[in-house]
């Protein structure tokens, strides 16, 4: 099924992420988690993409699986960056020989070694946006920054930018996550008026570990507000009681979402059923 015609249903979405395992040896635990996470019901999952396409079969295998066994529909990411026009090609006839019709569409990380993009034809996910619309009927995401993508020195550029990608073709966007509402707020208020008229989902990271609050800024480089990072000073170096409040922090935000009409939440579950059963039974009665 695709997401544009899961959110012609007159309630709020909660779907969550997972990501493949970086080699044979791990597939069966990512395999077993994913099967957990699905077993939850969510309304979508989505499947990230290694860099370079280096874990590309196992996305779509997971994906296909996901579908196949659970009855849950799927997002496949889909980066171009290190990829040649043939790769993606390729990699889309896969997904629609395995009856995935959802692709996030995203340049991807930059890799150190310089030499893996020797072979790229692409430089902005807005080329791989318009590559996909011209091949076939895909369900087309894309990735939004609340605070500002890390790249992009004006936040009034990084707009325009993205709404480049939306015209190109795109049904939707996802958020990177954010820890302060007020900013969703405010950037949906800045591309609405620029006339981006496409559903947002929200993308809410648990933050069940208090190391990774460093890396998580490096890469995003996200707002946090104060009342966090009290908690993370509190908890950080207690994994149990840094898991529970991690879970609660995340409900507290969706729940004032909700509240907002913010209807497409996304939570980054990070493989972990136990965060994603945490998240829906918090909501049980909400959703």
């Known amino acids: 099924m695709k997401i544009t015609e899961i959110l012609k249903h007159d309630k709020p979405t909660?779907?969550?992420?997972?990501?493949?395992?970086?080699?044979?040896?791990?597939?069966?635990d990512v395999e077993k988690a994913t099967g957990e996470i699905a077993k939850l019901k969510p309304d979508f999952m989505s499947i990230t993409y290694g860099a370079g396409g280096g874990t590309s079969s196992y996305t779509v295998n997971i994906a296909k699986e996901i579908q196949k066994e659970y009855a849950v529909p799927t997002l496949s990411h889909l980066t171009c960056m290190c990829s040649s026009k043939e790769d993606i090609k390729a990699q889309l006839k896969l997904l629609k020989d395995n009856d995935i019709e959802n692709v996030l569409a995203l340049r991807g990380d930059i890799p150190n070694d310089k030499s893996l993009m020797e072979k790229s034809e692409y430089t902005h996910a807005v080329e791989l946006i318009r590559d996909?619309?011209?091949?076939?009927?895909?369900?087309?995401?894309?990735?939004?920054?609340?605070?500002?993508?890390v790249e992009c020195e004006h936040k009034a550029d990084d707009i325009y930018f993205l709404k480049e990608k939306v015209d190109a073709g795109l049904d939707f966007l996802t958020t990177q996550m954010f820890f302060d509402n007020n900013v969703l707020y405010n950037f949906l208020y800045r591309i609405r008026e620029i006339g981006i008229t496409v559903p947002v989902f929200a993308g809410i990271m648990p933050v069940t570990n208090g190391k990774q609050i460093k890396r998580i800024t490096e890469l995003s480089g996200t707002y946090l507000p104060t009342r966090f990072k009290a908690i993370v000073d509190k908890?950080?170096?207690?994994?149990?009681?840094?898991?529970?409040?991690g879970i609660a922090y995340a409900t507290e935000q969706i729940i004032d979402l909700l509240a907002n009409d913010v209807r497409g939440i996304h939570v980054y579950s990070m493989n972990k059923p136990e965060i994603a059963e945490g998240i829906k039974n918090n909501l049980s009665n909400i959703l």
């Open 14 to 28: 909660l779907s969550f992420e997972v990501f493949p395992p970086k080699n044979e040896v791990n597939y069966k």
């Open 132 to 149: 996909i619309k011209e091949s076939g009927d895909f369900c087309i995401g894309g990735a939004c920054y609340p605070d500002g993508h």
């Open 235 to 245: 908890f950080g170096d207690d994994p149990a009681a840094m898991k529970q409040a």
